[in-house]
């Protein structure tokens, strides 16, 4: 079991930047990829980035390409989600997901379904205003 609660979250204007965290707690939550996922009002959850259990190999979603970076300290078993230059598109509930195998990816199988990750975060909601 996974416990994952994410943290960081809040009110922001256009071109600003927030940091999020996810601190996880459980046997395996250091070897596992994570990735950071959001959800507009509306809208059906989407996946924003993820990274591998080693913390190499990220990879984005087009949106956040270039605005967004993820990173994890292993060792304070955090995954964070640094946005920069914040659109008011960005605006969702952020989720902090953690995968079940220790397989890592490859670049022809990363993981960016929901059904591919099996713990979830309470979410942190995150407002760009314009």
């Known amino acids: 079991q996974v416990l994952l609660v994410e943290s960081g979250g809040g009110l922001v204007q256009a071109g600003g930047s927030l940091r999020l965290s996810c601190a996880a707690s459980?046997?395996?939550?250091?070897?596992?990829?994570m990735g950071w996922f959001r959800q507009a009002p509306g809208k059906e959850r989407e996946f924003v980035a993820v990274?591998?259990?080693?913390?190499?190999?990220?990879y984005y979603s087009d949106s956040v390409k270039g605005r967004f970076t993820i990173s994890r300290d292993n060792a304070k078993n955090t995954v964070y989600l640094q946005m920069n230059s914040l659109k008011p598109e960005d605006t969702a509930v952020y989720y902090c997901?953690?995968?079940?195998?220790?397989?890592?990816?490859?670049?022809?199988?990363?993981?960016?379904?929901?059904?591919?990750?099996?713990?979830w975060g309470q979410g942190t909601p995150v407002t760009v205003s314009s």
């Open positions: 997901a953690a995968r079940a195998t220790r397989r890592d990816y490859s670049d022809y199988d990363i993981p960016k379904n929901t059904y591919e990750y099996a713990y």
């Open positions: 459980g046997r395996t939550s250091s070897s596992v990829a």
């Open positions: 990274i591998s259990g080693s913390g190499g190999s990220p």
